[in-house]
């Protein structure tokens, strides 16, 4: 198992570190995808990664998120591709990431003069700086500068059982030694909130959390999509609260230290929430459409890494952050071994324990921190996905250690 | 695992559940070790389903992941299959919704 100070993290101006140094490229409106989207198919496996955000009307919640993603930890430069006319406010993107003291180049495609001039500059400047990132330093990273988030994603009725709660065992490891650990997806805890509540640290944040689940039940209720459903019974599931729980025990043991919205960052080790259900009334549809969007905001909270838990069999990875698969179907898992990282569903087969899978998933997370490839990675999996949301900011009162 | 001697078909989530859950199909009539207790069941408990791992009285919590999943409903006896016919859940709603038309269920 790595120890404490064999961790090397890539050191970026604000301090934080990367456990990767990847180049991106990203497209402020779907008008400048293919332009994007060509410049980096010319650098397979050479760590050039495309995210971008469609719409072309303003969005300030996208505006938050690709700030957040252009200036992680683990992206050490940054090309923007603009078409020219679209409403994003490309200075400042721009503008953010030269403070945050990596390489930026911004290119509009109607100035530069159509795709081939366009793909051909972009192509010139990711080259010379590919070569200019090589001799990137890194420094000594302790384990308490991790973060990392987890993730469902086609679950099943063995989630709840194998994989979920082996999570949460490799999360007590992590914030046990201070590392940040993020779970999300607030509409999976309803029936628990009263439960997660008596793990806040303060009293106030304990009422946040009642009321974080309470926007979510209201949100996905008026989107008429209910959680416990006729099929969770003929699976084994009896209430509410059971189903959730299932979901709820990726969170592990901790205390909770505070709410998070996408692209806040924690202002501490230890538990996080995150808070993917907009503020407001309903507009612009689903919370999140797919399991990549809520990966997309682990990563803007500054997730180095992301714990993916799956029974169906989800293939995903993501742009920026390495997933790491936790199958907790044994027979999923053989069908899709090249795709998973670890087999939860040994417990299933008596092969194995929650403890051990718990230790099993945290030594998966070091090596990975430490360089090597996950599954999804090895695949070439970089998906990234960003839609219209609106947040108002957390109040202070969720985050109460900041 | 800690607890004393437990049939391998059956996981305990957490030490303090008063239910494990099946991880293979137990058929009717099968003899089982339940923390250290030598049982028999009286029903098919199907994968991913409950059973009760000490006697458990009627109104007490149901435990699993440590936690109230809800109550009995009736005295549920060790080695029982626990599901909807003897528990329910707890959860009240805290939150209300809006009784208004237009977020009526088109159906």
Not at chain 1, 100 to 129: N, Y
Not at chain 1, 259 to 271: F, V
Not at chain 2, 69 to 96: C, F, K, Q, W
Request: glycine letters at 10%; proline letters at 5%.
């Amino acid at each position: 198992m790595p120890r404490d100070g064999e961790l090397r993290g890539y050191l970026r101006q604000d301090g934080r570190k990367g456990i990767r140094n990847y180049l991106v490229v990203c497209y402020l409106v779907e008008c400048a995808h293919h332009v994007a989207r060509a410049m980096v198919a010319c650098f397979p496996e050479r760590g050039v990664h495309l995210i971008g955000f469609g719409g072309c009307y303003p969005n300030a919640y996208a505006a938050r998120m690709l700030t957040s993603l252009c200036t992680h930890p683990n992206v050490g430069a940054v090309l923007l591709v603009s078409l020219g006319c679209e409403s994003f406010d490309r200075a400042a993107l721009e503008k953010a990431i030269r403070q945050s003291g990596r390489p930026v180049e911004t290119l509009v495609i109607q100035h530069v003069g159509g795709t081939r001039k366009t793909i051909e500059q972009g192509r010139a400047w990711i080259e010379s700086t590919l070569s200019a990132m090589e001799p990137s330093p890194t420094a000594a990273m302790a384990t308490n500068e991790l973060v990392i988030g987890t993730v469902c994603g086609g679950s099943d009725s063995t989630s709840g059982i194998t994989a979920n709660p082996a999570i949460g065992r490799a999360f007590d490891l992590l914030t046990a030694q201070n590392a940040t650990a993020i779970f999300e997806e607030t509409g999976e805890l309803i029936g628990c909130e009263h439960i997660m509540a008596q793990r806040a640290v303060t009293a106030a944040l304990a009422e946040d959390l009642i009321a974080v689940v309470a926007k979510a039940a209201k949100y996905y209720a008026t989107l008429e999509h209910g959680s416990f459903a006729v099929g969770n019974a003929e699976g084994g599931l009896t209430t509410q609260e059971e189903k959730s729980m299932g979901a709820y025990s990726k969170s592990g043991s901790a205390k909770i230290c505070g709410i998070l919205k996408p692209g806040d960052i924690p202002p501490t080790g230890g538990l996080y929430l995150l808070d993917i259900v907009p503020d407001g009334p309903v507009r612009f549809g689903f919370p999140n459409i797919n399991d990549n969007a809520e990966i997309a905001e682990l990563i803007a909270c500054g997730s180095h890494l992301i714990l993916f838990s799956t029974g169906r069999g989800s293939v995903v990875g993501s742009a920026i952050a390495p997933v790491i698969k936790i199958c907790a179907n044994p027979q999923t898992f053989r069908r899709m071994a090249e795709d998973m990282d670890i087999n939860a569903g040994r417990i299933l087969e008596g092969k194995a324990t929650l403890d051990e899978l718990g230790r099993e998933i945290y030594d998966s997370l070091m090596a990975t921190a430490q360089g090597k490839q996950s599954a999804s990675e090895a695949l070439g999996h970089q998906e990234f996905v960003l839609t219209y949301k609106y947040f108002e900011p957390a109040g202070p009162s969720c985050l109460p250690l900041a | 695992m800690s607890q004393p001697v437990t049939d391998a078909r059956l996981l305990f989530l957490n030490p303090k559940d008063n239910v494990c859950t099946a991880i293979a199909a137990i058929p009717d009539g099968t003899m089982l070790q339940i923390s250290g207790n030598t049982v028999v069941t009286r029903e098919n408990i199907p994968l991913g389903f409950k059973i009760a791992s000490c006697n458990i009285g009627t109104a007490e919590s149901v435990i699993k992941y440590g936690v109230s999943i809800g109550s009995a409903t009736r005295d549920i006896a060790i080695g029982e299959l626990v599901h909807l016919h003897n528990m329910r859940s707890d959860y009240l709603p805290t939150y209300t919704l809006e009784r208004d038309e237009s977020h009526a269920p088109r159906r």
